[in-house]
């Protein structure tokens, strides 16, 4: 029983129009579900993917009416979006600058070249060079990006955190991480940052910690982040993560069927929401991959209820 590495990613939005145009204009990612939050039917829940919608490729967001994001610990502080080679990260800085989305230099972290930048919210993202590592995603043909430089899956997530011990415990002892090494963020306050992996590792299944105490608690809001997801196989594993977390004594949701996975929450010691999803059945569960994201669909429990939640979604483009 062993996670496999980043499923998804969810984050927040007060501007829903202006995240779909980001997402899908600027970096080039494909809306493959237009749903709702099914724990508030009044909020869009939006996917942003490859061409199909693989696990390991999704950031996701839920639309909400709140102030942006108090930044701080106990939080979810950075996404990584893999790409390929020091060709796609030059092609990407030139298309951010072009933009008017500041950047960074491309530099190297954790011995991979990367570049830091933000979208129009504040959301902190990063692409990195995945040197080819994880699973190879669909290009999205429809995508302004070219295919060979387009968005492969999400890469590392980064959390911070006042103390280390109990949220290395939950990961290593309850999670079946390693530890593999650390390193310093060349920042004001040089922070380290502890490496966890997942399966055989890589980019595509590394959780990064940042252990920072002097820093307050964050206050979501958007631009922030709500939770991170992990990838369970199948059904059958998903049901021995349940089991685990019972046996354990970890307070979390039950088991939760959202037809497109299954999903599992919990929270780690100090604070912050995970989410364990399994792979299938996906997406086009309930669409043709030639029309995924183009219409507003909803899980069979919420269809009678279509027109009410329908009519209080606004327009996303």
């Given amino acids: 029983m062993q996670l496999k590495g ?5 984050a927040i939005t ?12 600027v970096l080039g990612m494909r809306l493959v579900k237009r749903s709702v939050n099914q724990d508030d039917v009044s909020a869009y829940h ?4 490859d061409a199909i919608g693989n696990p390991g490729t999704d950031l996701t967001f839920f639309d909400w009416d709140m102030p942006r994001e108090k930044r701080g610990t106990h939080s979810i502080i ?9 060709t796609a990260l030059n092609y990407w800085k030139k298309r951010l600058e072009e933009h008017d989305i500041t950047t960074s230099e491309i530099h190297k972290r954790d011995g991979r070249l990367t570049i830091d930048f933000e979208d129009p919210e504040g959301q902190r993202l990063t692409l990195i060079d995945d040197g080819g590592q994880g699973d190879d995603p669909e290009p999205w043909d429809e995508s302004p990006v070219p295919a060979e430089y387009q968005i492969r899956g999400l890469g590392p997530i980064m959390l911070s955190v006042p103390n280390l011990e109990a949220t290395d415990a939950i990961l290593q002892k309850l999670m079946g991480m390693h530890h593999v090494r650390e390193y310093t963020r060349t920042d ?3 922070t380290k940052i502890h490496v966890y992996e997942m399966a055989d590792g890589g980019p595509h299944a590394e959780l990064h910690v940042a252990v920072e105490p002097d820093l307050e608690s964050a206050r979501q809001g958007a631009g922030g982040v709500h939770h991170v997801a992990f990838r369970t196989p199948d059904e059958n594993e998903y049901n021995a993560w349940a089991n685990r977390l019972n046996s354990i004594g ?3 949701s039950g088991k939760v069927d959202r037809y497109y996975f299954k999903s599992l929450y919990f929270r780690e010691p100090n604070g912050i929401l995970f989410e364990i999803a399994t792979d299938g059945p996906g997406f086009d569960v309930d669409e ?3 029309t995924l994201g183009e219409s507003i669909v909803l899980p069979p429990f919420l269809e ?3 027109d009410e939640i329908v009519k209080n979604l606004k327009p996303i483009e």
Avoid: S
Wanted: zero cysteines; hydrophobic letters at 30%.
């Fill in 250 to 252: 970890i307070p979390n």
């Fill in 6 to 10: 980043i499923h998804h990613l969810t």
């Fill in 46 to 49: 939006l996917f942003y993917a």
């Fill in 14 to 25: 007060a501007d829903v129009r202006g995240n779909f145009r980001f997402y899908t204009k």
């Fill in 78 to 86: 950075r996404t990584y979006l893999r790409v390929e080679g020091e």
């Fill in 304 to 306: 009678p209820r279509r």
């Fill in 288 to 290: 043709d991959r030639e």
């Fill in 188 to 190: 004001a306050d040089e």
